[in-house]
């Protein structure tokens, strides 16, 4: 059985520590008894890593990794990816909403041959402000990346070591790991869990979170999508608008031959500046270009595996060549 890393991150979460400790324990030995839990506190205040390291003392199944500040969920579960040792890595948040008694499931759904399962909170239990906006997310995102998943947000996720390996997070960029990882060329997919409401404390959502998922979903399409073809949005947007200035300017040049003044006309100073912006546009992408070229890697793609024979022909084995 391989062995498994389950990271937590937390901020403020002291009170729901315990019962959270105990549940992921009973999960897991119904699984595997190989197993660590890794909890990465994210600059908590209310006494959560004192928590922590009592749990630490008596159990050496568990590190704690306390960060100086509150530095944010991509941070927390970047440093929790850097200690982790298992084959199978699970993520799950620490206030109890989603319940360690589902992992088994996150389990049984990997190895029907996927490299990543996300949970699907179904049903949902948070409040309609928090719903709404996130459904209308969540079919945004599927929308315009094409990973057809109903809860990319959830923090309730197993992987299979190799995806972290090669997909590194940073700012918000945790609920966009599905993304980065179908980008990649693994297997993602989803299963359903049981979802419950707050336990303890009080939730750390806010409208701003929304957003600024918005532009990190922006990025990742930059970055999956035109990462190495720049030229590719920014020139077409910038030949579309310079197209537009110039059907601007020939239908005034066709009243400009018939006697018409067009020198005070708004519709003259708009198609000038849509042939200006538009050549920016395209300078953009040629500079992408040469930006994308300059920093490429050598191995931009994403290996699964490789066979080969462990016996080699003569023709392949090289003799080095004797002057007379």
């Not at 205040?45 to 990794?65: H, M, N, P, W, Y």
């Not at 579309?240 to 005070?264: C, H, N, P, T």
Request: charged share 25%.
């Amino acid at each position: 059985m391989k062995k498994v890393s389950v990271i937590i991150p937390l901020y403020n979460e002291k009170d729901s520590l315990p019962l959270l400790y105990e549940e992921l324990g009973q999960a897991l030995e119904s699984y595997t008894s190989d197993y660590e839990l890794i909890f990465v506190d994210d600059g908590s205040t209310d006494g959560s890593f004192q928590v922590l390291r009592d749990f630490q003392t008596r159990d050496a199944r568990i590190r704690v990794v306390r960060l100086r500040r509150n530095f944010g969920k991509s941070a927390a579960l970047s440093a929790g990816f850097r200690l982790a040792d298992g084959a199978v890595i699970v993520t799950i948040d620490a206030d109890l909403q989603d319940r360690p008694s589902e992992i088994p499931k996150l389990f049984r759904k990997l190895e029907e041959g996927f490299d990543l399962v996300s949970g699907w909170k179904k049903p949902r239990r948070d409040p309609l402000r928090k719903r709404i906006p996130s459904l209308i997310f969540n079919r945004v995102t599927a929308l315009l990346t094409g990973v057809p998943l109903h809860d990319i947000n959830c923090g309730f996720k197993i992987y299979r070591r190799e995806v972290i390996e090669e997909i590194k997070v940073y700012g918000e960029m945790y609920r966009y790991i599905p993304v980065l990882a179908s980008y990649r060329g693994f297997v993602v997919g989803e299963v359903p869990v049981e979802h419950g409401p707050r336990r303890f404390g009080k939730s750390k959502f806010g409208a701003t979170r929304f957003i600024g998922g918005f532009f990190d979903l922006m990025t990742v399409i930059m970055l999956t999508r035109y990462n190495k073809k720049p030229l590719h949005v920014f020139g077409v947007l910038g030949a579309s608008l310079f197209m537009s200035g110039l059907v601007i300017e020939a239908y005034l040049s066709i009243g400009w031959f018939f006697q018409r003044w067009i020198g005070d006309r708004p519709l003259f100073i708009l198609g000038v500046l849509l042939l200006v912006v538009g050549v920016q546009f395209i300078s953009f992408g040629l500079i992408g270009e040469m930006i994308a070229y300059s920093t490429r890697r050598d191995e931009d793609y994403s290996v699964r595996e490789t066979v080969e024979s462990d016996l080699r022909s003569a023709a392949e084995i090289r003799v080095p060549l004797v002057r007379r």
